[in-house]
């Protein structure tokens, strides 16, 4: 492939060469006995180099994906005009068709050669952008004319770019339709819409299987549209539910801001009603302890008058003292008992004024506190609802803190009892060495004591992976050294530290 692309550029560039030059004589001779003067120089060129100028340009448009068929129109006029003045050169043409045709077939041939690398150009840009096309080929259209159109008109509106594609799909259909007919008594027609689809749309260029796969992906298409709606309508339901939600809490939430603005103007009204109620006691108050006031500097008075008396009293008693001393004793006794009532009597009835005062104050208090009491009910239960909120965080932390202390203690005595088995295992090490015994002797004790600590007596109950990493031994040894550690410990051996 190499050297025929290298033999059919070299061809084709020779035979370009010999054209242009075979063409451009012509041209010029035709140019002067036309009159064209010293023009007559450029005109060959300017015809065969805007050929040229327009087949490239032609060749990169198309390259580019861009192509323009008014360029390839054009360079094909020039190229006819320049084969007519080609032929035009050598005398009339109908006098000389000889050295006519010998003008012409250069020109022809090097628009062949121009028409072949075009057509290589747009079978490469085909292939590099994936849009090949193949035709059908002559033979079928000589042999079979009319399938041949519309097998090339299938292969152009549905874009089948293979002829073998387009073969196989026309073997496909022909076997089907034979199928059908076998079926339903020699008429595919009688067959079920479904079952005809292969042949109904034989005119988009889909295959067999293509074809009667449409039903089951226009039910997948409407099941998911069916299930796109109605996951939108539960959407929306969704969302006016949430909006529902959304206005019952706005709803509870005003209510219990006027619920709360009641109670609290309720609870401002029952305070100010307190404390009117207070001024108004504590004002009888100080009109009753008034009233108490000038009764005892009355009673202050009288008994001062009374104590002037009784001085009087006195100094005659005592005048008459040397002469009746039991007589005065007595009437002094009497004097005191009487003073002693007097006093007594006026502290009863300043403690029934106070008691009256008390009673009147405790009625007084006693509405106040209903009132306050009311105000305070309201409260409470929110207040009761944070206790419990609280007392729930509080037995929260105490039972995290009770975790925490039964963790450390349980960690203390884990501690104490690795602290216990380390004097242990030291005690029985130095009783080791005092004895002076054997390594493996040593390794059996070892294991005994921990068949004691860990597995509290039964020797099954120390796995041996943990005794072979204990003694970096072997399985096989371990085993052997926890059969010695049984015999051991069932002849009585006891560590002398076990029980500190």
Known sequence: MLGLTILAAAGGTVLAGIGFSGSYAALRDLGF??????????????VDAGIVALLAMDLHLIRKGTPWP????????????????NAASAGPLLKNPTGTAMHAVIPIMFVAVVEAGRRLVIRITRIE?????????????????????????????????????????????????????????????KAPADQR?????????????????????????????????????????????????????????????IEAAGYEIGAETAAARA??????????????????????????????????????????????RTAAETEQAAAETRRRTAETDRQATAVERAQAEDEKAAQAARLSAAETAKAAAETEEAAAEAGRRTAEAERDAAAAKRAQADTE??????????????????????RAVEMEDEAKLTPSARATRKVARMILADGAGNPDAVDLQTIAEAL??????????????????????????LTI
């Open 33 to 46: 006995r036309h009159g064209f003067g010293d023009f007559s120089y450029a005109f060959p060129v300017g």
């Open 70 to 85: 008014m360029l390839r129109l054009l360079a094909h006029g020039f190229t006819a005009a320049t084969i007519y003045f």
């Open 129 to 189: 952008a994936g849009h090949q096309h193949d035709g059908v080929p002559l033979n079928r259209w000589i042999l079979a004319p009319w399938p041949s159109f519309r097998m090339y008109r299938r292969m152009r509106l549905n874009g089948i770019a293979s002829y073998d594609r387009a073969v196989e799909l026309e073997r496909e259909r022909l076997v089907y339709r034979v199928m059908l007919e076998r079926e339903h008594d020699g008429d595919w027609r």
């Open 197 to 257: 689809l292969p042949l109904t749309m034989e005119r988009f260029g889909l295959s067999v299987d293509e074809a009667l796969a449409l039903p089951l992906e226009a039910e997948e298409r409407a099941r998911l549209r069916a299930e796109r709606q109605a996951a939108f309508e539960a959407e929306i339901d969704a969302r006016a539910e949430a909006r529902t939600a959304e206005a019952q809490i706005a709803s509870l939430r005003t209510a219990g801001r």
């Open 275 to 320: 404390q009117a109620q207070a001024r108004t006691l504590a004002a009888g108050r100080e009109a009753e302890a008034a009233e108490r006031l000038d009764q005892a500097e009355e009673e202050m008075k009288a008994a001062a008058a009374e104590q002037e008396a009784a001085e009087a009293r006195r100094r005659a008693a005592e005048t008459d």
């Open 405 to 426: 202390e039964a963790t450390g203690a349980a960690w203390l005595r884990a501690a104490e009892a690795r602290q216990r088995a380390a004097e242990v295992e030291l």
């Open 472 to 497: 970096g031994v072997s399985l096989a040894t371990a085993s052997g050294r926890r059969a010695e550690a049984a015999e051991l410990l069932a002849s009585g051996y006891t560590p002398a530290a």
